[in-house]
């Protein structure tokens, strides 16, 4: 006799979590399926190399919701999130710009500059801050389908509607120019110095096949400014343990509540009769039953693999298809021998326990992404680099430390050749790129992992490695995420549900889509 659950989540990313995790707290029997050793899909924590600890994937946070935070009581489970409260974009002539948390001093360096860009910088912040409030409310609440005319939608819309009047005639504008604009566009409306320009833009490409001067980037910019930590908006910190310490909290959290969670467990397919989910099929022949289904995997997995095309209507398969992945970053880890020596700032500091930025300019960017286009990996990449170690010392032996680094671009198809035949290049070009910043860098390097847009794939099972489950494009997002007619989490299917990043609100640790798909699932099954 098969088991019997009142609801099965099918993988173990951090939405996945979330979903178990709400679903126990409103009193399902549930279960949690994940083919991997460990849960947390790209939010994991390993010890590639001895002593030294990795943020595999993803490395910092910012964007999971508080309410998370505070109602699955996350602290309790072990949850602690330390501040990066500095950035650092060195240049080619070894000088650099420095911010950090002390905001005097940040100004005097942008002003070293730009008197101009320094006088601009308080009314810059202040602006995204007020976006980002005004976006926090659509990060909340189901995207109601304004093509659709049951009560559900026309009061969502209303809602929306006076929400969005409600903010007044300037910040609609603003608001306008942010869902429509190039970061860079956006922010040369404010700023005239080249570092200061490119390391803002920059924010709007992560995770992206889009470059600064791509229209909907400035969207992406305020995505990422959206990051909360104890109430300050755009604050970015670093999970103590790496973003596994994350998903472990979250599954500790599921686990007290009643979830149970099962790794090593790969489902080969749904189980369902006459329009209606009843369980899933795992790869070792158990067959496991449900009355309700949710997946928080990509719509390729979720949809094309796991529920087959003949389950689903024509024109929804269709726009499945055509739903656009491009998944275009990497992740090079190194593992260090000494601390890294900046050209622009020798020896230690606190500069070290930030961000480095290698943003010099925009057209270093655009640069970057002209490689991208034609099917190459960037020859002078932009990257996104912090040490672990330097925030949290238990991420390496003593004296030791880790090196984490976001590359973009690195397109997931090459137009010659293979990853696997291009991955030591891709680690070949970051280092050198790294060193003329960091001149002892190849001298203290004891290991390095390559971590391509396949090896993500071939990892996590992410779709062309595409950390965000689908471009955050404008035809991709709000009720269109991830096509019309499913970005309310619920599917054709009877009783199967999608909780993903490829649903609303989108990609990063939020855990959002999760908390909301797990909200209307309840509200359904008390019908």
């Not at 002078?380 to 590359?407: E, R, T």
Request: hydrophobic share 40%; charged share 20%.
């Amino acid at each position: 006799m098969p088991d019997r659950y009142d609801a099965i989540v099918i993988g173990g990313g951090h939405n996945g979590l979330v979903t178990a995790a709400y679903l126990a707290r409103g009193g399902l029997r549930t279960l949690l399926l994940e083919r991997r050793p460990i849960v947390g899909g790209a939010s994991v924590s390993e010890e590639v190399f001895p002593g030294f600890r990795f943020s595999v994937f993803s490395y910092v946070v910012s964007l999971l919701r508080p309410e998370i935070i505070r109602e699955l009581k996350l602290p309790e489970h072990g949850l602690a999130i330390l501040p990066l409260e500095s950035t650092l974009t060195p240049l080619p002539d070894g000088d650099c710009l420095y911010r950090d948390a002390d905001h005097y001093r940040t100004l005097r360096d942008i002003a070293r500059f730009s008197p101009r860009d320094a006088e601009a910088y308080e009314d810059y912040g202040r602006t995204l801050y007020f976006m980002a409030k005004a976006v926090k409310y659509m990060l909340g609440i189901m995207p109601p389908d304004p093509t659709k005319l049951n009560p559900r939608d026309l009061i969502g819309m209303g809602g929306l509607g006076r929400h969005m009047l409600g903010l007044g005639e300037e910040k609609l504008q603003t608001l306008t120019k942010l869902m429509t604009m190039s970061s860079a566009d956006f922010v040369e409306e404010w700023f005239e110095s080249e570092p200061l320009k490119a390391t803002l833009s920059a924010s709007g490409i992560i995770g992206t096949f889009l470059g600064p001067r791509s229209p909907g980037t400035a969207y992406v910019l305020l995505h990422h400014y959206m990051g909360e930590i104890d109430g300050n908006f755009r604050a970015w910190g670093f999970a103590r343990g790496g973003t596994g310490g994350i998903s472990e909290a979250i599954a500790s959290s599921a686990c007290s509540l009643g979830a149970e969670i099962r790794t090593g467990a790969s489902v080969e397919r749904l189980i369902i009769k006459n329009g209606r989910i009843l369980g899933v099929a795992l790869q070792n022949g158990d067959e496991i039953l449900s009355r309700t289904v949710i997946s928080s995997l990509d719509p390729r997995h979720t949809f094309l693999r796991l529920a087959g095309e003949k389950h689903l209507p024509g024109e929804l398969v269709a726009s499945l298809k055509n739903y656009v992945y491009r998944g275009s970053s990497a992740k090079v880890n190194l593992a260090l021998d000494a601390a890294p020596d900046f050209a622009c700032r020798p020896g230690d500091g606190p500069h070290l326990r930030g961000a480095f930025s290698i943003s010099p300019d925009l057209d270093y960017l655009e640069r970057a992404y002209d490689d991208a286009k034609y099917g190459r990996f960037s020859r002078q990449p932009y990257m996104d680099v912090i040490l672990p170690s330097m925030i949290d010392p238990a991420m390496a032996p003593p004296g030791k430390h880790v090196m984490s680094c976001f590359i973009q671009y690195a397109p997931y198809h090459l137009a010659e050749g293979d990853w696997d035949g291009q991955r030591q290049a891709l680690g070949d070009t970051v280092i050198e790129t790294l060193s003329q910043y960091i001149p002892n860098l190849k001298d203290i390097i004891l290991h390095r992992q390559v971590l391509t847009p396949l090896d993500i794939e071939r990892t996590t099972g992410l779709t062309q490695g595409n950390i965000f489950q689908g471009e955050l494009s404008l035809s991709q997002l709000f009720f269109l995420r991830p096509a019309p007619g499913l970005a309310q989490y619920r599917t054709p299917i009877r009783n199967y549900y999608h909780c993903g990043s490829a649903t609303h609100p989108g990609g990063g640790i939020t855990g959002a889509p999760g908390r909301l798909a797990a909200l209307e699932i309840l509200r359904d099954l008390k019908k």
